[in-house]
């Protein structure tokens, strides 16, 4: 073992004097340990509600949307899609018609967004029916409707029941009623989606908007979701104007802005534990060279240098940080698994979108979280060290 390295670790080892320099020990890890394990856990519920939007907006959103300038009807769709389906990593697309309407049971009404499909098709870009509540198979057939379960609470019904779907009328101010059955309830686990979105069979979105024979636009589905904007780029320059493609990420671009924000906010606001931690390593090592003042100076006249002396206190402190970095990734980390496994803290999903705390740890968070602290515990080192290359031995060894 180093001989500064053996130093360190037998001063720290040593029964200190006062109840004072143990607390300040005590205090100086433990301030690092809480810091570091809050900062694994922010980062992994922050990380979490990123992943878990992400993938629940991708259950019902498709990577990319093709619509038209000032969102005018696409005709002859079909020679369309073959196009979008012939470039490079699209691997599916599916029309869809897309529009505002007002549901109505019985004496409650509600304003809703119907999406008129092909459900097999949309299928393959979503996995839509992986969504859908209750057993048995599904087949959107003409007069049928999918509703999300909270919009089905809101208007009180139930698969089976029926509802009347009111549509502006086209040329005139008397709107288009029709009455659809409500074939099954989804879940996607955003809230809003599951409070607004009803899906109906393409033809019958169709004549409900007055635009038969035409879509709202073309979802496309690609081979890696994080590419999709590589992809609608490629893809907007080969359909030019007046086609807009669009990825998802970028239709959802203020919102997942925010979570990164607040994520690296979060990381910056959580880290001041750790520096007000250090500042107890610096007084703990203070402390200590007031203590083993004339040790230092008989080392000293002993012919240890003055770097080598410094850097017994570089250690001292290096132990302190690194012990309480170790103690605070496995609490950390430990805390994140429980929260994860077991989801005992519950969200109401009408603020939060989600409705559970979600939980992602990830590897490089904890390295950044583990770099961070070290650096921190080395810059709160160098001063008390800076200060024994200062002692003077003779002083030291008279005083000390």
Do not use: C
């Amino acid at each position: 073992m180093n001989t500064e390295l053996f130093i360190a670790w037998r001063y720290l080892k040593a029964r200190r004097k006062g109840f004072f320099s143990v607390l300040t020990t005590l205090i100086a890890v433990g301030g690092i340990t809480l810091g570091v394990a809050a900062l694994i856990i922010t980062l992994a519920v922050m990380t979490g509600f990123h992943r878990d939007i992400r993938e629940k907006i991708l259950g019902i959103q498709p990577h990319i949307v093709v619509t038209k300038d000032q969102q005018f009807p696409l005709y002859s769709y079909d020679a369309l899609s073959r196009q979008i389906a012939g470039t490079p990593d699209i691997i599916a697309t599916a029309p869809f018609v897309y529009g505002q309407i007002i549901l109505r049971h019985k004496q409650n009404v509600v304003g809703a967004v119907i999406k008129g499909i092909d459900l097999d098709a949309e299928d393959r870009l979503v996995q839509l029916r992986k969504t859908f509540l209750g057993p048995g198979a599904v087949d959107l057939t003409a007069r049928t409707i999918v509703i999300g379960e909270e919009l089905a609470r809101t208007l009180g019904v139930r698969p089976g029941d029926d509802v009347i779907l009111m549509s502006p009328g086209q040329f005139t101010a008397i709107p288009k009623m029709y009455q659809f059955t409500v074939l099954k309830l989804f879940h996607s686990g955003m809230f809003e989606y599951d409070a607004t979105l009803a899906f109906v069979p393409l033809l019958d979105a169709q004549e409900l908007f007055g635009i038969t024979g035409g879509v709202s636009g073309i979802g496309v589905a690609v081979s890696d979701s994080d590419h999709a904007a590589d992809v609608a780029q490629r893809l907007q320059k080969d359909l030019s104007y007046p086609y807009m493609v669009r990825s998802w990420d970028r239709m959802n671009k203020n919102l997942f802005a925010a979570l990164k924000l607040e994520k690296t906010m979060m990381f910056i606001i959580l880290t001041l534990i750790i520096v007000v931690a250090a500042f107890n390593i610096v007084s703990n090592l203070l402390l200590m060279t007031i203590e083993k003042s004339r040790e230092m100076g008989i080392l000293s006249a002993m012919g240890y240098d003055r770097g080598r002396i410094a850097r017994i206190f570089m250690f001292e402190g290096l132990m302190l940080g690194i012990s309480g970095i170790i103690t605070g990734t496995v609490l950390g980390t430990g805390l994140s698994l429980i929260l994860k496994k077991y989801q005992f803290i519950h969200l109401p999903p009408d603020v939060y979108y989600l409705d559970a705390l979600p939980v992602r740890i990830v590897p490089g968070d904890i390295s950044m979280i583990v770099v961070a602290a070290l650096i921190i515990t080395v810059a709160a080192a160098v001063y008390p060290a800076y200060q024994v290359m200062k002692l003077d031995p003779v002083e030291a060894i008279r005083y000390g």
